[in-house]
């Protein structure tokens, strides 16, 4: 019965629709024929699909690099007051990878830098160089306190050199001579999103020196590559944007050996403050102070002594970042 009477409704139907329907005068006044009005009535019991499309998946990364490069170049002819023409370069990278969800979170970081001066007539000296990887986990323990493994690695790339008055150049670095391994086990405290603070109760600390002409001037025995300490480690970082385009970072590594003379603090504290000219152009200072009892120092006289490292870069040039970079 029903297969027979459907051929009928759906010609009437298609008839309704695509049929012009010429409106009488009495029609005109009531604007719709009855064909229109049974097609209204037809129609409004179709509901149309809405078509929602589904949330996008949560990102729980955060990824971001800081591109950096400072050059300043001098030329000199026939110049009286005397002097080199010069080319100096500064180059400095840093990216970070993080991952957070309400529970834990994995924080790392690569920072590259190099630097040299090239005086026309003097020689090719080296003014910055690091390699540093640093890597952090974290499990809430607490509303603001995770249970943490912090790991820090940090060398040089390139031969350095010391540069006494009168005298040839002295060999003071390499490539793995030395270079730092640590980890550390213990609590991180975050108080807010600027404030960082780690405190390791276990944690230990390896230095590798490869040649054996400096591994007394960094704390190894002679005839070891690689010396091991044990210890506490307390670690502070702070980021903020204290002004306008103008932000502060800066960390404090404090590692105290209970294999060694305990009393004695290894101190590592990097400042970096960054001021914004535009896109493409800013200005910045980085330092860097160090000591540690362990690495000896020459001074102008060659005589050999625990001392406080300092350096200070203060750059003016192209910057560029790449993702959602914070310092």
């Given at each position: 019965m029903y297969k027979r009477i459907l051929p009928y409704i759906l010609s009437l139907s298609?008839?309704?629709?695509?049929?012009?329907?010429?409106?009488?005068?009495?029609?005109?006044?009531?604007?719709?024929?009855?064909?229109?009005?049974?097609?209204?009535?037809?129609a409004s019991?179709?509901?149309?699909?809405?078509?929602?499309?589904?949330?996008?998946?949560p990102n729980?990364?955060?990824?971001?690099?800081?591109?950096q490069l400072?050059?300043?170049?001098?030329?000199?002819?026939?110049?009286s007051p005397g002097g080199y023409s010069s080319v100096a370069l500064n180059a400095y990278v840093n990216t970070y990878a993080n991952y957070s969800v309400k529970t834990l979170f994995w924080e790392s970081r690569l920072q590259v830098a190099y630097g040299f001066i090239q005086s026309f007539g003097d020689r090719y000296k080296k003014s910055d160089d690091k390699f540093i990887i640093d890597s952090k986990f974290g499990y809430k323990a607490w509303d603001k306190l995770f249970a943490s493994a912090i790991f820090n690695f940090r060398t040089q790339m390139a031969t350095g050199f010391d540069y006494p008055k009168n005298a040839d150049p002295r060999l003071v670095s390499a490539p793995f001579s030395p270079?730092?391994?640590?980890l550390g086990l213990g609590i991180d405290y975050k108080p807010n999103k600027t404030l960082?603070?780690?405190?390791?109760?276990?944690?230990?600390?390896?230095?590798i020196v490869q040649l054996p002409e400096l591994r007394k001037k960094y704390g190894n025995p002679i005839d070891q590559?690689?010396?091991?300490?044990?210890?506490?480690?307390?670690?502070?970082?702070?980021?903020?944007?204290?002004?306008?385009?103008?932000?502060l970072s800066t960390s404090a590594t404090f590692f105290s050996d209970f294999l060694g003379e305990a009393q004695n603090i290894k101190i590592n504290w990097d400042l970096f403050i960054d001021a914004k000219i535009n896109k493409f152009f800013s200005t910045n200072i980085r330092t860097n102070l160090i000591y540690d009892d362990d690495i000896l120092i020459a001074d102008s006289n060659g005589a050999l002594a625990p001392r406080i490292q300092f350096k200070e870069i203060l750059s003016v040039g192209f910057q560029y970042t790449f993702g959602e970079f914070k310092k």
């Open positions: 298609l008839l309704f629709i695509f049929t012009p329907v010429t409106l009488t005068a009495q029609e005109k006044k009531s604007e719709l024929s009855v064909g229109h009005e049974l097609s209204i009535i037809i019991n179709f509901k149309i699909p809405q078509l929602t499309p589904p949330p996008p998946k729980y990364w955060k990824k971001g690099t800081f591109l400072g050059f300043s170049q001098m030329a000199l002819s026939n110049w270079a730092y391994i640590s960082s603070i780690t405190f390791s109760p276990l944690a230990g600390n390896v230095v590559s690689t010396a091991l300490k044990l210890g506490a480690q307390l670690k502070m970082d702070y980021n903020k944007n204290i002004m306008k385009n103008v932000n």
